[in-house]
């Protein structure tokens, strides 16, 4: 298995605009969760999935934050309108259970200008 | 609220060190420690986990002491080498939604 795989890696956007990041997880894991990391905060579970229906979403910052899982294999994070303050490192983690070790993407390096 | 504490923020060694990170927490309902270790542009990727009903783990050159009376838990890297250096994180799992609570991480540095 090639392991999770987000895209793309960089992102530069300005003010405003929306911003889509997307992750492949690994196939057969039920869980999946967006993370986003920066050096003031750490790592910031935002939400996470279980078998494709959101299960806890309380960290997702605000309404311009939403994300989607129409299938096993796919997810997507958007954020619109995108803000300067949403510059960080967003990273995609998959599990096959509840508790059991994530395994991370490479991360999507998010500047908005 | 920062419910794993993790110190110190940075960490700079010595080539054939003894590294150590440690973390403290305040709920007791915390069952399962991991920690991971992230490298420059890579996503963290578990490195050795522990459960509080064993004082200590040991993988490699990696050991995780649990001391659960005082609520703290070290990672020890033994024979620290240039390639150790990374960014660490604790973490902790609890409750039924079993929501990983991670520590702030620090950067360890091993100089050559």
């Known amino acids: 298995d090639a392991g999770v795989i987000q895209s793309p890696r960089h992102e530069v956007t300005e003010m405003g605009q929306e911003v889509t990041l997307r992750c492949k997880p690994i196939?057969?894991?039920?869980?999946l969760f967006w993370y986003r990391q920066t050096m003031m905060r750490g790592l910031e579970l935002l939400i996470y999935f279980n078998n494709n229906v959101p299960i806890d979403d309380s960290g997702m910052p605000e309404d311009r934050f939403s994300a989607k899982m129409p299938n096993a294999s796919f997810s997507t994070l958007k954020i619109q309108p995108s803000e300067p303050r949403d510059s960080a490192v967003y990273f995609c983690?998959?599990?096959?259970?509840?508790?059991?070790?994530?395994?991370f993407g490479s991360g999507t390096q998010l500047s908005v200008l | 609220q920062q419910q794993v504490k993790q110190s110190p923020q940075s960490l700079i060694v010595q080539k054939g060190g003894i590294s150590i990170i440690n973390c403290a927490y305040e709920?007791?309902?915390?069952?399962?420690f991991p920690w991971y270790q992230q490298f420059p542009g890579k996503g963290p990727a578990l490195l050795i986990a522990i459960r509080p009903d064993v004082s200590e783990k040991k993988e490699g050159r990696f050991t995780i002491s649990f001391n659960k009376s005082a609520k703290q838990f070290s990672l020890h890297i033994m024979d620290s080498q240039p390639g150790d250096s990374a960014t660490y994180f604790c973490?902790?799992?609890?409750?039924?939604?079993?929501?990983?609570?991670w520590g702030l991480g620090t950067s360890l540095a091993v100089n050559p």
């Open positions: 196939s057969g894991h039920d869980y």
């Open positions: 973490a902790a799992y609890a409750g039924n939604n079993r929501k990983l609570i």
């Open positions: 983690a998959s599990s096959f259970r509840a508790g059991g070790k994530l395994f």
């Open positions: 709920n007791t309902a915390f069952d399962y």
